[in-house]
């Protein structure tokens, strides 16, 4: 089964502190992503990577970073923590394909205040 | 850009029949998902349809695909408290999925 594995189910951080959200994947992935999820906005995209060094923003990047150093890990960075940044925060890995079945697998989500 | 619809609540009676309906907009769509999340936790992905197929079986899961009106539907038989959570459709687009906002159903014992 895929693994995905987020350092944090819980983390309180306060307003302007640089805050790092790790991501872990056992699967070989080639694509891993970062969503945040809100009540009724669903789930939105902050940013993606297709490999290694790679990173694409999403829907939201604004006020986010992300590093892929390597293939397996994916992190999320918040550069100077905001209130409106608490948030649920998913992480997501999936093989590459454009054309094919290639399902992306949740971690358990990181539940982030920012106080 | 892909857009999907999904309304927002279900309540349901513990071994009825459950139906969640979603609307998405890019015909070019290969494949389109239903995950599920229970409470605290991240998403489980439930199963798929391939765009050329009408329908898909999965033991208490069907889903049915009409691609001339871009709508998907899955339908949960004899719905057990277990099902209890959001469910949310996603249909793939260019290496990465969109996402509707979800449809909470509560399962009533």
């Known amino acids: 089964d895929v693994k995905v594995t987020q350092s944090s189910r819980y983390l309180v951080k306060r307003t302007g502190e640089k805050v790092f959200l790790e991501c872990v994947q056992d699967m070989d992935h080639e694509n891993m992503f970062w969503y945040r999820q809100d009540p009724g906005l669903g789930l939105r995209l902050i940013y993606f990577?297709?490999?290694?060094?790679?990173?694409e923003k999403g829907d939201i990047p604004e006020g986010y970073s992300v590093s892929r150093e390597k293939k397996e890990r994916f992190s999320l960075i918040l550069e100077s923590a905001s209130t409106n940044q608490t948030s649920m925060y998913l992480c997501a890995s999936s093989l590459a394909g454009v054309l094919s079945n290639q399902p992306q697998h949740f971690g358990d989500g990181t539940r982030l205040s920012i106080l | 850009g892909e857009d999907v619809e999904q309304s927002l609540f279900l309540s349901v009676r513990e071994g009825d029949s459950s139906v969640i309906n979603c609307t998405y907009t890019d015909s070019s769509s290969t494949y389109l998902y239903w995950y599920k999340q229970e409470p605290g936790a991240g998403l489980q992905l439930l199963t798929y349809i391939f765009s050329n197929m009408d329908m898909k079986q999965d033991q208490r899961l069907t889903v049915l695909l009409n691609k001339k009106d871009k709508h998907l539907s899955l339908r949960i038989a004899d719905t057990q408290t277990g099902d209890s959570a959001i469910y949310f459709c996603?249909?793939?687009?260019?290496?990465?999925?969109?996402f509707g906002k979800g449809n909470q159903v509560v399962v009533i014992p």
């Open positions: 996603a249909e793939k687009g260019n290496n990465r999925l969109a």
């Open positions: 990577s297709y490999d290694v060094k790679m990173k």
